[in-house]
């Protein structure tokens, strides 16, 4: 494993015995990332490189290129996150080398159907979790009081547009008016501050708890009432696999991303435009639990597909036709 910053899940790594290899830089634009990654390939002479997100992209595809390795790219989103910009342009033109391309969900296959070369191969390889470590995970309230009274309301992920956290307060303002609740938007990003404005704007400051980036986010999803994402887009989302794999009912926003891996009766589906239908999905979840449960048994079900071994099993196959191509190619 190549890495510029060791990143919240360093501890993870470090205890899953792989080999740690430190690549300086000054930033994320630093060209001598490149000429770092091509001597470590040289050095270490790997079978193939995989990269992942966009910077390794580039900089690991280019590197590959120039060494001779078989490269994989990851794709973990769709068209929706990369707009026409140089940065977006060039890991295209590096991904038209690519010996496979893996993406989590059929969306992002999509977006590399006309852009890869037709002969490479793009596979859809679904997100792991590890069901047997959340399984032995208790609920907790991660420390924070709440009245004995009171039902949580959790989101976690990037404080970002396209994660729609606005419209997740404004339906919430239509819930406490309804129900006793906490809603606990874990997570961080450019718009904290904005977000932060109309938390008070709403004179929601009492309702609504920022704490952060939260390492350990399964423990909240198994006391929580409701898990909700109201993405416009997604690639796979793990926090509502994990959420699933909790046993956490869900309000999802109704996008192909999540219809992909969840059924009508497993989620309650809502259009982002309807804050009131937000709402009636957030109470049903709090004033009906056994509606809610039933639902989220379903979900859990669904997502014993999605362990870790499964798709370990699924990407050395991968590996396996990469390495026995690039033999048959060699010869």
């Not at 930033?27 to 390794?56: C, F, K």
């Not at 391309?101 to 596979?123: F, H, L, Q």
């Not at 009081?145 to 959790?154: A, F, H, I, K």
């Amino acid at each position: 494993m190549a890495l510029v910053a060791e990143g919240p899940n360093f501890e993870r790594l470090l205890a899953s015995g792989s080999t740690i290899h430190r690549i300086g830089a000054r930033g994320n634009h630093d060209v001598s990332i490149l000429w770092a990654i091509v001597r470590l390939v040289r050095t270490i002479r790997p079978n193939l490189v995989q990269t992942w997100i966009t910077q390794m992209d580039v900089f690991g595809g280019i590197a590959s290129r120039v060494t001779g390795t078989p490269f994989v790219l990851s794709e973990r989103s769709c068209v929706a996150a990369y707009p026409p910009s140089f940065k977006n342009g060039l890991r295209v033109r590096v991904g038209r080398y690519a010996a496979a391309i893996v993406a989590n969900s059929n969306d992002g296959r999509y977006y590399w159907e006309n852009r890869a070369r037709e002969c490479t191969p793009k596979y859809v390889i679904p997100n792991g979790i590890p069901l047997g470590d959340i399984a032995n995970v208790e609920d907790a309230s991660f420390g924070v009081c709440l009245p004995s009274t009171s039902r949580l309301v959790l989101f976690a992920g990037r404080f970002s547009p396209e994660k729609n956290i606005g419209k997740i307060i404004q339906a919430f303002k239509i819930v406490v008016h309804e129900s006793d609740s906490i809603l606990m938007l874990c997570g961080d990003g450019a718009l904290r501050p904005q977000i932060e404005t109309v938390i008070r704007r709403e004179n929601l400051n009492d309702h609504v708890l920022l704490p952060g980036y939260v390492r350990d986010l399964w423990p909240l999803m198994k006391c929580a009432k409701v898990f909700i994402n109201l993405s416009t887009f997604e690639g796979q989302p793990n926090g509502v696999l994990e959420a699933m794999a909790c046993s956490c009912p869900l309000v999802l926003s109704d996008i192909p991303a999540h219809r992909a891996f969840l059924e009508g009766d497993q989620a309650f589906f809502v259009e982002l435009e309807r804050p009131s239908e937000i709402a009636h999905a957030i109470l049903t979840c709090i004033d009906r639990p056994e509606v809610a449960q039933r639902m989220a048994k379903k979900a859990k079900a669904r997502a014993s597909s999605f362990s870790v071994q499964a798709v370990t099993d699924q990407y050395e196959s991968v590996y396996n036709q990469i390495l026995s191509h690039s033999i048959q190619e060699r010869r």
